[in-house]
């Protein structure tokens, strides 16, 4: 066997591996997202689908990434404050799907901490700081999820 190509092989395995190593793939848990700053959103998320202004009130406003597997994330001062997971989302939030019936979410996530007519919010584990899940119901079955920082 030809050296070089041996030389050449161990050198491309051994930049592969490093650069595996260097470049970590997404994290698909929403909670994760919290906190991130514009970087590590972008290496972790990659670019949005679309970035548009979204009015709290008539004088603030705030930054929405949209990304194409539903996903939001919501900015405040340069971090990731919240993230929506809407109805046409396809993963499973700890046993939650979207199009789930009220009973059954309930269920799988335990008795939430406060609920409302067409909503239910759970306090989430964390390490940093608060976190909240807010599941949003229509005709009965999850339309809309949040995992928010609560603190904010």
């Known amino acids: 066997m030809n050296p070089r190509l041996v030389w050449a092989a161990l050198v491309l395995a051994t930049v592969a591996t490093w650069a595996s190593a260097q470049t970590p793939g997404p994290t698909l848990e929403p909670s994760s997202w919290l906190g991130l700053t514009p970087g590590p959103a972008y290496q972790n998320r990659g670019a949005p689908a679309e970035v548009f202004p979204l009015a709290i009130d008539d004088k603030h406003w705030q930054v929405v990434h949209f990304y ?21 989302w396809t993963g499973s939030l700890g046993g939650v799907t979207m199009g789930m019936a009220r009973d059954a979410a309930e269920a799988v996530l335990g008795a939430p901490a406060a609920k409302g007519d067409t909503w239910s919010v759970w306090a989430l584990p964390y390490a940093t700081f608060p976190q909240k899940l ?11 999820a949040y995992v928010y920082r609560s603190d904010l």
Do not use: E, I, S
């Open 134 to 144: 807010r599941l949003v119901f229509t005709d009965g079955v999850v339309a809309d």
């Open 68 to 88: 194409t597997d539903h996903t939001y994330l919501y900015w405040t001062g340069n971090h990731v404050w919240q993230v929506r997971l809407d109805k046409l």
